[in-house]
T-cell receptor, first 118, second 116 residues
Framework: AAGVIQSPRHLIKEKRETATLKCYPI?????VYWYQQGPGQDPQFLIS???????DKGSIPDRFSAQQFSDYHSELNMSSLELGDSALYFC?????????????????FGPGTRLLVL | AQKVTQAQTEISVVEKEDVTLDCVYE???????LFWYKQPPSGELVFLIR??????QNEISGRYSWNFQKSTSSFNFTITASQVVDSAVYFC?????????????FGKGTTLSVSS
């Protein structure tokens, strides 16, 4: 079965540079989430999109922005990178069932992008 | 506020031992979802199980079993006859229900080391 695709898998940047991470959700999934996982820590929610609209916002720095495009892929843009931004960035996707019996479906994670800021 | 507590930071067992990973959660939502994810040394997050708050039936999948008890707000995970390949960090997570895009709240994780 198709899984969530993230690119690049590894990225090395200098301080103050910018980075763009890409996420391609599982086909027919309409919700995308971004998480940041620092070394030895649990994943922390950054932001999510449902049907191309921002739906929830977590601890995302103002230096970061994200969007979901018409083909449902999403990009996380990171500017003025800092050493502390070095982390594993996960994208996850799920299918939100609408209607009267709205339910939350399982979030399936991509392999992650490992960002190292020097 | 929502919170997930995994009190066990690290557990070490020998192959074929049974091991239980504890998870306690807090939420004010009446409908919520609980998950377990596995993160092997390679780094990916692998979905193991999802449980809805209105379904307290326990589940068994091969060597894995889960015990959900709303009365104690716990969702514990047991591995029977552990194997070296079970070595990983295991995360318990909680999600609310009220709106689209609700994030997962993770516990701090339990690192399981299984030696041969």
């Amino acid at each position: 079965a198709a899984g969530v695709i993230q690119s690049p898998r590894h990225l090395i940047k200098e301080k103050r540079e910018t980075a763009t991470l890409k996420c391609y959700p599982i086909p027919r999934h309409d919700t995308v989430y971004w998480y940041q996982q620092g070394p030895g820590q649990d994943p922390q929610f950054l932001i999510s999109f449902y049907e191309k609209m921002q739906s929830d916002k977590g601890s995302i720095p103002d230096r970061f922005s994200a969007q979901q495009f018409s083909d449902y892929h999403s990009e996380l843009n990171m500017s003025s990178l800092e050493l502390g931004d070095s982390a594993l960035y996960f994208c996850a996707s799920s299918l939100e069932r609408g209607g009267l019996r709205r339910t939350k479906e399982t979030q399936y994670f991509g392999p992650g992008t490992r960002l190292l800021v020097l | 506020a929502q919170k997930v507590t995994q009190a066990q930071t690290e557990i070490s067992v020998v192959e074929k031992e049974d091991v239980t990973l504890d998870c306690v959660y807090e939420t004010r939502d009446t409908t919520y979802y609980l998950f377990w994810y596995k993160q092997p040394p390679s780094g990916e997050l692998v979905f193991l199980i999802r449980r809805n708050s209105f379904d307290e039936q326990n589940e068994i999948s091969g060597r894995y079993s889960w015990n959900f008890q709303k009365s104690t707000s716990s969702f514990n995970f047991t591995i029977t006859a552990s194997q070296v390949v079970d070595s990983a960090v295991y995360f318990c997570a909680l999600s609310g229900h009220n709106q689209a895009g609700t994030a997962l709240i993770f516990g701090k994780g339990t690192t399981l080391s299984v030696s041969s």
